[in-house]
């Protein structure tokens, strides 16, 4: 954890409740500028995900993201933000960046065996967290 302003009482409570599941973390979390928390954690060496961070925002909001352009989900609560760190760590779910051309069109939370419906010219990125389950998916010729 790293000096500066304190946590708000929300990014305070989120960064509890992460440390308690995961106490190895706590090398990997720091409070930003106004009082928010960043927690990045290292992905497995190989991984394109790079980094799962958690943050705060607002006072009130919680967000993830992975390292790549793009692959973030909005979590609505604390349980919500545990289940989905939980199936991101067991590649239980995966985040899928679809684009066309150089334009984001949406990032989806993926569970396996979920297929995308892309539209003629979308790509999608899927991204895991141990990288196994990456791929490239395209709309059916």
Request: negative net charge; without cysteine.
């Amino acid at each position: 954890m790293s000096g500066g302003p304190p946590l708000n009482a929300f990014a305070r409570g989120i960064r509890d409740t992460l440390l308690r599941s995961h106490p190895e973390w706590a090398g990997h979390t720091r409070t930003l500028a106004d009082g928010e928390l960043e927690v990045k954690v290292p992905a497995p060496e190989g991984s394109r995900a790079a980094h799962l961070v958690i943050a705060t925002a607002r006072g009130s909001e919680i967000r993830l993201r992975l390292a790549p352009r793009h692959a973030h989900h909005p979590v609505g609560s604390e349980a919500e933000m545990r289940r989905v760190i939980a199936a991101l760590l067991e590649d239980e779910a995966f985040l899928a960046v679809v684009t066309s051309g150089d334009d984001w069109i949406q990032t989806s939370l993926l569970r396996p065996g979920e297929e995308l419906v892309l539209a003629n010219g979308q790509v999608a990125n899927v991204f895991s967290w141990s990288g196994k389950h990456d791929r490239i998916v395209t709309p059916p010729p």
